[in-house]
Every structure is written in C-alpha cells, then in structure tokens.
C-alpha cells in the first residue's frame, strides 16, 4: 500500500517546516516587524519620553562625549528601538535612584522588582502601558571598564571622579509587551 499524505496534512507539515526552518536560521515569519523600516515615528516616541530629560540636580552630559543615544536593532528576530541618556553624576546611587523613582510613577512607570532575591546588579528597571504601546525604563551605573571600551579613556577619567549613570528607554518596534527581567 503507497504512503499518502491527505491535503490537509501536506499543508501543517510545510507551514511547520517553514516555521522550523525560519527558527533555525534566525527569520521569523511571525512578525511583520523583523527590520527597523518603518519605526520613525516610534523611536522619536521614546527619545521625547520625559524620563530621558529628567535627571537628578548636579547631573550632566559628559563633557568627552554627547552622552545621548538611540538605535533600532533588528539583528536578534524583532526590531528593538532604545533611546538614552549618559549622565556623570557627583550624587549617590540611591539618590539617582530615589530620584527617578519618584519622577517614573509620578509619569505612571510601574516599578518591576529584580525576580532574583539578593542580585545586586544596580539597575532597576520600569514599565508602562499595555500590549501595543508597551515601553520599559531602566537606570543602570555602567562600571568604569565599560566606559573606557564603549567611549574610550576621556569618558573613564570623568567618571572616576563622581559616579556615572545611563538611563534608557525600550520598545519592540509593534509596542508589544516586554520584560524587564529574562
């Protein structure tokens, strides 16, 4: 008796083929927002966000570098847009943190705790609105290492004589629902 495959069948095996083939190779069919095209006006969103322009009495933009960024990345599957801000800072950590704590839910951020008790990673991260408009907000105080790679030893030498800090906003390109913590 000859193998048959009925029509219906054929169909699912090659939808789950392509759909096999497109996750071994890094494509996606499932999202229409796999490239950065398209996003202006999403990443001009995030770049205007409040927080961003936002920072703590006595902070600054460095003076070895501009200090702002913003990028749509769209090598990992989906396009992710981030805008941000360096900041050199002669404060603490906990007063950078208290302060844009209290600026993040006075704008309607919720704070999202570290899931892992104990980790000490000194970022905190934020979320606001709903699948479709979804953004995430996060502080982190970048070590002097990774300062001198990324802006090089100007930037370092700065920030060795306060501490330095980076706020950034993100956003899948769809505004779909992010987390904080993968």
């Excluded at 980790?119 to 300062?147: I, Q, W």
């Excluded at 790679?149 to 700065?158: D, K, R, S, T, V």
Aim: net charge negative; charged share 20%; with cysteine.
């Amino acid at each position: 008796m000859p193998f048959q495959i009925r029509p219906g069948r054929a169909a699912a095996l090659l939808l789950s083929a392509a759909l096999v083939a497109g996750a071994l190779s890094g494509c996606s069919l499932l999202s229409p927002f796999t490239t950065c095209e398209g996003t202006g006006a999403r990443m001009k969103e995030l770049e205007s966000l409040p927080l961003l322009s936002s920072p703590p009495p006595g902070a600054s933009a460095p003076r070895s570098f501009d200090g702002s960024f913003s990028e749509c990345a769209d090598d990992s599957g989906d396009a992710w847009l981030s805008a941000g801000r360096t900041y050199v800072y002669p404060g603490t950590r906990q007063e950078a943190l208290d302060h844009y704590r209290k600026a993040a839910e006075a704008d309607g951020w919720r704070f999202v705790p570290d899931p892992v008790p104990g980790r000490d990673l000194g970022d905190v991260c934020f979320t606001k609105g709903e699948d479709g408009r979804a953004k995430m907000f996060t502080l982190s105080f970048p070590p002097a290492r990774y300062l001198r790679e990324i802006y090089g030893p100007e930037a370092a030498a700065e920030f060795a004589t306060g501490s330095g800090f980076e706020i950034t906003a993100g956003s899948e390109a769809d505004g779909a629902k992010t987390s904080c913590w993968s």
